[in-house]
Every structure is written in C-alpha cells, then in structure tokens.
C-alpha cells in the first residue's frame, strides 16, 4: 500500500513549457485534491475532484487543467508555465468521513 | 477564504501538554472541523477530526465547545518531534479543505 505517490519530485522548466504532475492512490478514495504552497504560506487548492469524471475549481485554478479518467490518477497539467507557478504542489486522497492522505509534494521552479 | 482563526505562534515545554486553539465561529451546522500538522516542508498529516463530540485517538484529543465556536487540540505529552505548524480547517462543501495560515508549535527541551 504505497499511499499517494507524487512524479516528480523537482522539476524546473523554462517559462511557456507545459508540462504534468502525476498523483496516483492505491486507496480507492474517492476524493482527490491539489494544492499550492508558496513559502512561508499555507496550502491553497487549485483544483479537486469527487470521484473518476468529476472535477471542479479551488481557489486557484487559473493556468491549470486536471482531469479524472480513473478513481487512481488526478493528473495536474500546467499550460504555459510562469514564474509565478513557482512552488511546491501536494496532492491528497480521502474516502468520505475520514482525513486526507497527502502525497510527499512536488518542488517546481519556473525560471 | 479560511474560516477558522489560529495565533501565529506557541511555545511548549518538552513532556507538558500542548494546548492549539482554534476558532471557527461561522461553522455551519454539519461542518466538521478537522486538523493537520505539517512537518517542515513535508506533505501534511492528518490528526483527528470531529464534528460535535470530542474525540481521542492516538495521537490528540480534540475538545469543540457545545456552541461549536471554537475547538482546541491537545498533544497530551509534547515531544521535539511534535514541531510543526498546525492547522485547523473547516471542511466545506465537497470533502474540500481549506486550509489557513496554521500555528507554529515549537516544543522545547
């Protein structure tokens, strides 16, 4: 049972790539989520998901597109990379009533 | 926007009890209340969470106010490792969580 597994673990890229963050769960939940932390913030959702088909908008969703084709993957795209999507990306997985279970994050730097 | 308030700081004494206060006065009626805990830049941790009742596990006891206003999380024996920023959070609509600024907890020797 590896939990939430997050590829890559650093990433840099050029500003105007595009590129995709993968989340994977081997839980069967059915919630799956995104967040952003800058430095010396806390977390911010940018996108989320209820179950394989389903996905809508947090707090933050300009630049990215998710898509839920399975309960197992949310992939995270990011169109046309900044410097201001600089940042460290968690995923998270949750079954309905319990906690979430947050993956080990993604350290992106857009230069 | 979060809809919970946290002081930005507390200290603690190694082996003390660590008392995190939280208040989330415009909670709705079947809001739970949920707390994290998130270890320098590693994903955040899931303590415990209720919605009425207090509620124990192995690592808290999360005590909320009858009038559900407020809520403390309580680390009965504080240890080095129990460094972190914790955070309150309002679970709302959607299993979504919102997450707020947190409280550094520094637990010293």
């Known amino acids: 049972n590896a939990g939430v597994t997050q590829t890559p673990k650093f990433q840099v890229l050029k500003t105007g790539q595009s590129m995709t963050l993968q989340c994977a769960q081997d839980m069967n939940h059915e919630y799956m989520s995104w967040y952003r932390q800058d430095p010396g913030m806390g977390l911010r959702l940018i996108h989320y998901?209820?179950?394989?088909?389903?996905?809508d908008q947090g707090e933050v969703p300009n630049g990215y597109n998710v898509s839920r084709s399975t309960t197992e993957d949310f992939p995270l795209r990011l169109l046309s990379a900044a410097p201001s999507q600089t940042s460290v990306y968690f995923c998270?997985?949750?079954?309905?009533?319990?906690?979430?279970?947050f993956g080990s994050g993604t350290r992106l730097t857009v230069v | 926007d979060a809809k919970t308030t946290q002081p930005p700081s507390m200290d603690c004494a190694e082996g003390r009890a660590a008392n995190l206060p939280c208040n989330h006065s415009?909670?709705?009626?079947?809001?739970?209340v949920y707390w994290y805990r998130q270890i320098h830049s590693q994903g955040p941790q899931y303590i415990i969470h209720?919605?009425?009742n207090n509620e124990t596990n192995e690592m808290a006891s999360l005590i909320i106010t009858e009038d559900r206003k407020s809520s403390t999380l309580i680390l009965p024996h504080a240890t080095l490792r129990d460094t972190a920023v914790y955070y309150c959070?309002?679970?709302?609509?959607?299993?979504?969580?919102?997450f707020g600024a947190g409280t550094i907890l520094r637990v010293k020797s």
């Open positions: 209720g919605l009425k």
């Open positions: 415009t909670i709705s009626g079947n809001e739970y």
């Open positions: 959070i309002v679970r709302v609509g959607g299993n979504k969580l919102v």
């Open positions: 998270a997985s949750s079954q309905t009533g319990h906690g979430y279970t």
């Open positions: 998901s209820v179950g394989a088909g389903i996905t």
